[in-house]
T-cell receptor, first 115, second 112 residues
Framework: DADVTQTPRNRITKTGKRIMLECSQTKGHDRMYWYRQDPGLGLRLIYYSFDVKDINKGEISDGYSVSRQAQAKFSLSLESAIPNQTALYFC??????????????FGPGTRLLVL | GQNIDQPTEMTATEGAIVQINCTYQTSGFNGLFWYQQHAGEAPTFLSYNVLDGLEEKGRFSSFLSRSKGYSYLLLKELQMKDSASYLCAVRALNSGNTPLVFGKGTRLSVIA
């Protein structure tokens, strides 16, 4: 089984709809991240969380919100989707307690299309 | 602010060696990562450098010069499956609370 899972893997929605992307991990990591990736723009950080009570905005948080329901779960919401939020979304995790914990491990991605 | 530059695209021949460069300007430095990403898939970790010098891992090596703000990823004995994007990412100093900043990636095409 995959260590970091994302649901759904693909989603088509309409402008103005609220949607939620979910991320779960079995790695036991304390830190979790949400990125979006657009052609030519690379990976950009939306939000990150260093533990259940710690939520931080990344460089492009406008239009998004997150919830860290448990150490293993980190959800990303688009309150009112717009077409320029069409992108590939990745969840990632890392472990602050190990030397190699600076490494981030990515989920398989969610491809979102907003019409 | 932080800025990471790497070439957008490169092409190399199967069996050859290719070097992908990355330059960075950050407010302090606390480590540089290389990731590989095949089209439509998740990035996967390749290497981590925090001290100057060369780290070798099989066909892949990564080099860091902190004084020059420079790193490269060296791929030897190229295979067709090495066709992918290669992402350089930097962690700034005192960034136990600051995640990685990624470059835009270098798309490598390996041709026969």
């Amino acid at each position: 089984d995959a260590d970091v899972t994302q649901t759904p893997r693909n989603r088509i929605t309409k402008t103005g709809k609220r949607i939620m992307l979910e991320c779960s991990q079995t790695k036991g990591h304390d830190r979790m991240y949400w990125y979006r990736q657009d052609p030519g723009l690379g990976l950009r950080l939306i939000y990150y969380s260093f533990d259940v009570k710690d939520i931080n905005k990344g460089e492009i948080s406008d239009g998004y919100s997150v919830s860290r329901q448990a150490q293993a779960k980190f959800s990303l919401s688009l309150e009112s989707a717009i077409p320029n939020q069409t992108a590939l979304y990745f969840c990632a995790t890392s472990d602050s307690k190990t030397w190699g914990g600076r490494t981030q491990y990515f989920g398989p991605g969610t491809r979102l299309l907003v019409l | 602010g932080q800025n990471i530059d790497q070439p957008t695209e490169m092409t190399a021949t199967e069996g050859a060696i290719v070097q992908i460069n990355c330059t960075y300007q950050t407010s302090g430095f606390n480590g540089l990562f290389w990731y590989q990403q095949h089209a439509g898939e998740a990035p996967t970790f390749l290497s981590y450098n925090v001290l100057d010098g060369l780290e070798e891992k099989g066909r892949f090596s990564s080099f860091l010069s902190r004084s020059k703000g420079y790193s490269y990823l060296l791929l030897k004995e190229l295979q067709m499956k090495d066709s992918a994007s290669y992402l350089c990412a930097v962690r700034a100093l005192n960034s136990g609370n600051t995640p990685l900043v990624f470059g835009k990636g270098t798309r490598l095409s390996v041709i026969a």
